[in-house]
């Protein structure tokens, strides 16, 4: 059996490492459409030896995908490269929302949930006492911000749950689907009629028992937060990439997949000078950029793929001598309520230290990016405006010593209301025709590098079984 991979993100290398335990790592190849590996996951050296992460930057260790990547990092013999971020520290305890120009702390601890804190008007402990009381709404799904704003109020669907969905996926919360990225909370009150309940009945009903790796013993002794590597994050997809090579898989470079051709039990893929036949094919490309490839032979498939619509970040990264924050923390987010250009800006140099120097990135754009930067703007536009709401935010006056700025087209999926009900049409269809094609990445089961591991994985794993 031969396996054909588009795509060389972290979702194509993982598919490739998991696939390698099943068949011939020869029989299996890679096409990339650019001329390296990693996709979104990008960690540039600047001249000066710091380290800008231009998208993805950390990785969460205390979730079930969270748990698997771990697993994934011991295999790779990558622990000895890990910086955590402990749960202790202001990195982890501390994030800020602007709000009316100014900065506030959110809540981080129960005792402040206690106390009125801006923008608040009251206590956080109210909105949570009150919401076992609020009616409960059968639905299939809705937005997460009607949702919030049902069970908590408005305040807590503007200043928390607004600016927490632009810093996941860079989305409006009155567009995304609550019954895809918090279903927990969702099913939560539609099962047992309010989030409370919900929580109450899952602290007391008996723990599953997990097997955990040495790691994740380690992430919970030693409390960590979030975490990377000491060279960033694309240390992963590297030694996926050294590791999949040397076991024989075929990675080819700048070979842009063009057209997709289903024929029999088989499956054709064409570039511009190259075309080459498989058993199955394996996409990890964005729905939306697969969509075209198939739409001669399979329209409705296609048409549901272009449902599941991506948006566009800009992303500045800045590097100023000295240390310059003077409320270190995660970072801040700004509430779309706040009609500003910026999603937020995330202080790299308190997750983790580089000289003692500051290093920040501002994201601009996601659902906004028409609103606020028209189709079209040049790198030193970006600059001058990220620039800018560093000065006016953080009111640090001092001139960068370096900086880079990225405009990521099409880069974080919007998973809308409904995404569950699409995905499962899709996977019906796939099923139905008998497609020797199976999907993972970023479009389907979720947007974080631990998601699209699992669902490589998870992929990889459901082939086995059909062949
Ligand atoms: C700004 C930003 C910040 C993020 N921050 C975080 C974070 O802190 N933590 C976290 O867990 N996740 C984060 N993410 C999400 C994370 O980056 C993704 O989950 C992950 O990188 C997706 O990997 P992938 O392989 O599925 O997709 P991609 O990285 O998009 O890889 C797909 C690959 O396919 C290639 N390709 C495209 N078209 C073709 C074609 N026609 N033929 C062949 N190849 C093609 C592309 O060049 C690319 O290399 C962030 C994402 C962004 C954009």
Request: net charge positive; hydrophobic share 35%; charged share 25%.
């Amino acid at each position: 059996m031969s396996v054909h991979i588009l795509g060389g993100g972290v979702s194509g290398l993982s598919a490739a490492y998991y696939l390698c335990r099943k068949i011939s790592p020869k029989t299996i190849s890679i096409w990339e459409a650019t001329k390296r590996t990693g996709g979104w996951i990008q960690s540039h050296k600047t001249e000066k030896g710091i380290i800008f992460e231009q998208a993805a930057r950390t990785l969460r260790p205390r979730t079930e995908t969270g748990e698997n990547t771990l697993k994934l990092i011991e295999e790779l013999q990558l622990t000895d490269k890990i910086r955590p971020v402990l749960a202790n520290s202001p990195a982890a305890k501390n994030r800020l929302i602007y709000v009316n120009g100014k900065l506030h702390s959110l809540p981080s601890s129960l005792f402040s949930l206690f106390k009125t804190q801006s923008p608040f008007s009251k206590p956080l402990i109210t909105n949570i006492f009150n919401e076992h009381k609020q009616p409960v709404k059968i639905v299939e799904d809705e937005s997460i911000y009607d949702f919030i704003n049902r069970r908590f109020g408005s305040e807590m669907a503007d200043y928390m749950m607004s600016p927490l969905i632009c810093g996941i996926c860079a989305g409006n919360a009155k567009e995304i689907s609550v019954n895809f990225l918090v279903s927990h909370l969702f099913q939560y009150e539609q099962k047992y009629g309010s989030i409370s309940k919900g929580l109450l009945k899952k602290v007391f009903s008996p723990k599953k028992n997990s097997t955990t790796s040495r790691l994740s013993e380690r992430v919970r002794r030693e409390k960590w937060s979030v975490y990377s590597f000491e060279n960033g994050l694309e240390t992963l997809p590297n030694k996926l990439d050294e590791v999949i090579c040397s076991k024989g898989v075929q990675i080819n470079l700048n070979t842009k997949c063009e057209k997709v051709e289903f024929s029999g039990k088989e499956v054709v893929v064409h570039s511009q000078d190259n075309s080459l036949k498989s058993k199955h094919l394996v996409s990890t490309l964005l729905s939306g950029t697969l969509a075209p490839l198939i739409s001669d032979q399979h329209p409705q498939l296609s048409h549901l793929l272009k449902q599941i619509q991506s948006v566009d970040v800009t992303v500045v990264n800045f590097h100023f001598k000295d240390s310059l924050i003077k409320n270190p923390g995660f970072g801040l987010l700004v509430p779309p309520k706040e009609n500003l250009p910026i999603l937020g800006i995330i202080f790299d140099s308190c997750c983790f230290n580089q000289n003692n120097d500051t290093v920040l990135t501002v994201m601009m754009g996601g659902f906004w990016f028409k609103q606020y930067f028209g189709d079209f703007k040049k790198d030193e536009e970006f600059y001058d405006v990220a620039l800018n709401y560093i000065k006016k935010i953080l009111k640090i006056n001092e001139m960068p010593s370096e900086y880079k700025v990225n405009v990521l087209k099409n880069c974080i999926p919007q998973y809308t209301v409904g995404h569950r009900k699409t995905v499962s049409k899709i996977k019906d269809y796939l099923k139905s025709s008998e497609l020797p094609l199976s999907l993972c990445g970023m479009s389907y089961d979720g947007v974080g590098v631990n998601d699209v591991i699992l669902s490589a994985k998870n992929c990889v794993e459901n082939l086995n079984e059909k062949s």
